[in-house]
């Protein structure tokens, strides 16, 4: 019997965009998801985004009778650490993708730039409001992200199932529009989680694993000191940037293997 991981997406990106790492991780695991967080209107986006941390462990709790690994993408990791903590008895362990703990100052900081607004300014939340939702077409749609910097560094097998996932068709004539609600994404951005530092004081109640882009801005904004004390060490590099897996999602497949080797062994 295969293991099983959960993934859960980063924000924006539904998770079946993530199917290239998948098919590379079938082989030898299960994998599962919610398609889209945050948008079960029962579990709506508040600070600290407990009620998405209780969408989380609704689906585990409903969907295992054995503990499974949790993996996540930015968003994703940190609800995965955060599911973690509450029922541990449910995760083999954790492996967080691009998602730093914010911690110490750090998480002072962030407290008063979102008391103060400041903090729509300094993360991709100001962007988001003005998100583009509709295109005519496919093809329109991947000439739109194709020509992005951002997204020019995409795996062409990750962009195409954007565009087929996270932009899919919503009207018989081939329009199509997002299928993350840029207001949920919006207010994702603007409650990210400050309390990890004080619940991490004496280290993750499961094995964690951190692997980190190269070129990620939100790691340099953050600082790994938090993340390297909960994960014991347990942390490897992957070229690119915060979005290294669409980037590279062959290989993050293969880091990912690696780590949970790694975990395994820690049990």
């Not at 019997?1 to 993530?18: C, L, R, W």
């Not at 209780?54 to 990791?77: C, F, K, N, Q, T």
């Not at 207001?183 to 004081?201: C, F, K, S």
Request: aromatic share 10%.
């Amino acid at each position: 019997m295969k293991d099983i991981i959960h993934f859960s997406h980063a924000n924006g990106f539904p998770a079946s965009i993530y199917r290239t790492m998948f098919a590379e991780l079938s082989d030898d695991y299960e994998l599962r998801y919610i398609e889209r967080i945050g948008h079960d209107p029962h579990y709506p986006v508040t600070s600290d985004w407990p009620h998405l941390v209780e969408e989380l462990l609704a689906d585990i709790g409903r969907r295992y009778e054995r503990p499974v690994w949790l993996v996540g993408h930015s968003l994703g990791g940190y609800l995965s650490l955060m599911a973690a903590l509450k029922h541990p008895q449910w995760v083999r362990g954790v492996v967080m993708l691009d998602s730093p703990v914010i911690a110490g100052w750090r998480a002072n900081v962030l407290r008063f730039t979102q008391w103060t607004g400041l903090d729509e300014r300094l993360s991709p939340a100001a962007a988001t409001r003005k998100r583009r939702t509709h295109w005519a077409s496919r093809e329109e749609a991947w000439r739109h992200f194709h020509a992005k910097s951002a997204f020019a560094r995409w795996d062409e097998r990750v962009l195409s199932d954007y565009i087929d996932f996270g932009i899919p068709p919503c009207s018989p004539d081939g329009k199509r529009t997002l299928a993350f609600d840029r207001d949920i994404e919006y207010r994702i951005y603007r409650t990210l989680p400050r309390t990890l530092g004080p619940r991490l004081a004496h280290g993750a109640p499961v094995p964690l694993g951190f692997i980190a882009g190269t070129h990620s801005k939100e790691i340099r904004q953050v600082g790994l000191d938090a993340t390297q004390r909960a994960a014991r060490g347990r942390i490897e590099w992957m070229e690119g940037s915060h979005l290294f897996p669409m980037e590279r999602p062959i290989e993050t497949a293969r880091a990912l293997q690696r780590m949970l080797r790694a975990l395994r062994e820690a049990q």
